[in-house]
């Protein structure tokens, strides 16, 4: 076992497995090109329950593999050439919303079916997880994916902490280590705005591409490692202060949006910082807030017309749930 990091075990089917959702703190989008991310798993989850099935379903939908590239992707790397199944997933995590919907319903596919062939152990579902992300998504970092399989706040290519594992890509590797979690309340709020996250990023990596664009990277680096230092010791207000910065960044390469500049506007009095979270364009916003302003916040966010949550890390990451079958 890693660092308190237990392998799933087999089972047999069928299998219940929950993951959680995640959120970015710092380094969005510059973790795609190699640059530091800290990423926390949220306590918002997905679960999902495999049974053996006469015919292949996901949600009573006969033709989801068609329809839905996780899933279909999910099915081609880790359940190839295996009996049907029937698949129920359920989520309190919004999708499209940069709050890892995506990530946490790959890792439990992943997951269930690691445990119905014989268990799996962390890294290499954190290895298979992004490699089926990637396979429907066409680009992106192993972050989402890492933080949804790791549990609790994670570094991607930076940091001092433990180090867990590393994540291979086509192009480049994500070494993943563990950050201390300094025991915050933070509050995400989705825009409502739905996007892509493979359009984000493909426009980032084109923006990145002019002059200024190795300023840019070297700049977002420099905020990512500075906020994975200050989160490991509890620096709340260089936390504060740097997240900010990395809202002007994300801003500068064009994946904020009006609305989500409207919730920041509409945070601010009960904000100690803020940014927008994942590939933006639309999606979420990160909030830590004022210690006791919390309700403020949200009643800000949601008046604002936003759909806040308050989160706190989950600290365990994908698990199995048992028993799969209470009935
Ligand atoms: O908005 P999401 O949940 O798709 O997060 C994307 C994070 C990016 O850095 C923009 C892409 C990636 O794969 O790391």
Known sequence: MIDGVPPIPARELPVAVRAPGKCIVFGE???????????????????????????????ADREATSRNPYFRSALELSWKDRPPIDVRAVSRIPRSAGLGSSAALVASLAAAFGAATGGIDRPTLAQRSFEIERGAQGVGSAGDT?????????????GAGTPLWTVSGPDRTWDVRRVPDPGWVWVVAHSGIPRSTGDAVRAVARRL????????????????????????????????ELLGRNHELLREVGVSHPRLEELLKAA???AEGAKLTGAGAGGSIVVLPVPGKETELVRRLARAGALPFVVRPDPTGVELVEPAHPD
């Open 29 to 59: 989008h510059a973790v795609v090109h190699g640059a530091p991310e800290l990423v926390f798993a949220i306590d918002l989850h997905t679960q999902v329950i495999v049974r053996a099935s006469s015919e292949l379903r996901l949600n």
């Open 146 to 158: 890492t933080a949804v399989v790791g549990g609790g706040f994670l570094a991607v290519n930076g």
């Open 209 to 240: 591409e002019a002059p200024d664009g190795p300023e840019l990277l070297h700049e977002f680096s420099r905020v990512a490692a500075e906020g994975i230092r200050a989160v490991g010791a509890g620096d709340r207000r260089t936390v504060a």
């Open 268 to 270: 601010a009095p009960a």
